[in-house]
């Protein structure tokens, strides 16, 4: 098999490949609060809240190993009811339950999902679980159902209390302790205010101390869009934390592993493509649990993003969270790195590192998505300004890809010398490389001249890859009403479910993975010459159909961005070979050059 087809296949594939890591590696008014009451059975008093295996005595310290204990509401602390209440800012609908003191819904009111509905950043995947959790220990798994009593401070501020004690294995009973959890929120930021209050009604120690651990905050069970699964390409969950000012990515789309943080951080996130959930603690050295189980409903994988305090040693304490819930775009994350421009008062606190990018590549990626915002000023269609920034970087390209062409054409031209010496020093392997070198030297042809224009586009390729599956800007972006409405999702114009193509290619028929391959076929026939008549028949068929095959697979489900780029890319690329073939025939005198209207 001829040098160059081979060369091409590996090139073919280490993209192919590379783009398979790109996918994994990545690499979304004021109203008058109102409460609806919904009436359940309830514990009734004295009914435990938890039970263990350690002890704890009033002053904190463990008393024994192996001897129960049960938590329970102090007497007479029991609300009747429990309440819904739902609260209402310019950015979320909240609705909070008195049954844990949770909220059991947030959506964000100008972001919706696939289906057109708003985006729930508490994406109910597991029955009965809420976010802002608390469990006593570190068992976040067992979280507190109690019923609340609720008191709303502000338009935007809502408190939430109840009264507990402490039973003993001897038959002791702990002095009465308050917990209070309160919500503050702001009507135009996406960050919120949680603060939780424990105090004893004595001058003791909170009774709370589990193996070191008073009680730990989980947010869960998931956040949104709706998903069918996690693929790990276009639907994930990441951990993230910040620290040693740097982000660290903790996990990507497993499964089943466990991350934990001890060191101290300046936020931990869980994050998805386009939104993310990102706390920040106070100063206290929380223990952070970061935890994705498969055990959601309709088999989907849920994501926890818990804080495990350390005991307490006083008899009254606050501690301060604020969360980050809202989408992963850069100009309103950014704005928690100026105390002015946020009611937190929060400078240089690097949120905007949540939209992440493609490491090394950040800089070609930030220049595209500037030439992108650039055009999109100029006309407000980002499928138009797709392809303008397409063409922007092909004429960019030129001198490199046409080098390249002409050095595959010069190949192909001496294609029959290189078979003659083939076939002259079969024997002598040798003497073929020193007879070969001495006539690309004097044909004036670099063998890999063909080849290493494509492998300087890569990085290029990768950077607008990593940069249109991850602009936010395109989420919801419409190209062409009723076809192409949303730019970083694939199209459809027919989806024939319950019925699924082979491959995991879904029940959705999609035409611009057509319309890529057909103008990759059209590219590599106008990128044939005539003179290649040394490569076999079918090594032109493995080249001329194999890779658009594969690619046509790997493509199929990639945002419809992503498609219209690489669909213009051929398109421009066909009519470049075109001049270029055009170009050589005049040159060669095999047709005649196209004369001006009025010559002669």
């Known amino acids: ?219 869960g069970p998931q956040i949104g869009p709706d998903f069918e699964k996690l693929d790990g390409r276009y639907y994930y969950r990441q951990y993230q934390v910040y620290k040693d000012e740097k982000v660290e990515l903790l996990n990507r789309s497993s499964k089943t592993d466990q991350f934990i943080e001890e060191d101290y951080v300046n936020w931990a996130a869980l994050s998805g493509k386009y939104f993310s959930v990102a706390a920040i603690t106070d100063s206290t050295k929380y223990k952070i649990i970061m935890d994705n189980e498969q055990s959601g409903m309709d088999d989907k994988t849920a994501s926890y993003l818990s804080f495990a305090r350390p005991s307490i040693g006083s008899s009254k304490n606050s501690d301060v969270y604020h969360f980050y819930i809202g989408p992963k775009d850069k100009k309103i994350l950014s704005l928690y790195n100026n105390s002015m421009d946020n009611s937190f008062n929060y400078s240089n606190l690097e949120l905007d590192e949540l939209a992440q990018s493609s490491g090394i590549l950040a800089p070609i990626e930030w220049f595209l998505k500037l030439i992108i915002e650039l055009v999109y000023k100029v006309i407000p269609n980002y499928g138009i300004a797709i392809i303008i920034m397409t063409l922007l970087i092909k004429i960019a390209l030129f001198p490199v890809t046409h080098k390249s ?11 029959p010398m290189v078979k003659e010496l083939q076939e002259k020093y079969k024997d002598d392997p040798q003497k073929l490389n020193v007879e070969m070198s001495k006539v690309y030297k004097e044909q004036g042809v670099n063998p890999v001249g063909g080849c290493l224009p494509m492998l300087l586009q890569m990085p290029i390729l990768f950077a607008v890859y990593g940069m249109l599956n991850r602009f936010f800007d395109l989420r919801g972006a419409v190209f062409i009403p009723g076809w192409i409405n949303d730019l970083s999702s694939p199209e459809s114009v027919w989806n024939f479910a319950p019925v699924s193509l082979p491959l995991n290619l879904g029940s959705d028929l999609r035409l ?5 391959v057909a103008t990759q076929l059209l590219s590599m026939r106008f990128g044939q010459s005539q003179s290649a008549a040394g490569q076999s028949g079918s090594q032109q068929k493995m080249m001329m ?42 040159q060669d005198g095999l047709i005649e050059p196209k004369r001006k209207k009025g010559g002669k």
């Open 1 to 219: 098999m001829d040098k160059n087809v081979v060369l091409a296949v590996i090139l073919s594939f280490a993209v192919i490949m590379g783009f398979t890591f790109m996918q994994q590696r990545v690499f979304p008014q004021n109203e008058t609060t109102q409460t609806e009451e919904v009436v359940e059975n309830l514990p009734q008093e004295g009914t435990p809240v938890e039970e263990n295996t350690v002890q704890t005595d009033a002053s904190g310290g463990t008393m024994s190993v192996n001897s129960d204990y049960s938590i329970f509401l102090a007497e007479g602390e029991s609300p009747a009811t429990e309440q819904i209440i739902t609260m209402n800012t310019d950015l979320y609908e909240v609705k909070f339950s008195t049954k844990g003191a949770v909220v059991s819904s947030l959506t964000l009111n100008d972001h919706a999902g696939d289906d057109g509905t708003p985006v729930n950043m508490v994406y109910p995947v597991v029955e009965d679980r809420s976010a802002f959790e608390i469990s006593f220990g570190e068992n976040y798994s067992r979280p507190l159902t109690e019923p609340f009593y609720f008191e709303k401070v502000s338009e935007y501020e809502y408190h939430f209390y109840q009264t507990f004690v402490m039973n003993y294995s001897d038959g002791t009973t702990s002095a009465p302790f308050t917990i209070t959890k309160q919500f503050r929120f702001v009507p135009d930021e996406y960050m919120m205010e949680l603060t939780i209050e424990m105090e004893n009604s004595v001058n003791e120690y909170i009774p709370l101390n589990y193996d070191g651990i008073s009680y730990t905050l989980t947010y």
């Open 405 to 415: 062409y002409e050095s595959t054409a010069k190949m192909q031209e001496i294609q």
């Open 512 to 516: 611009l993975p057509i319309i890529y």
């Open 545 to 586: 159909y194999g890779m658009p095959a594969m690619f046509f697979f790997v493509l199929y489900n990639v945002p419809s961005g992503l498609l219209i780029y690489w669909i213009t890319m051929n398109a421009v690329t066909t009519l470049q070979q075109q001049y270029i073939t055009r170009k050589k025939k005049i």
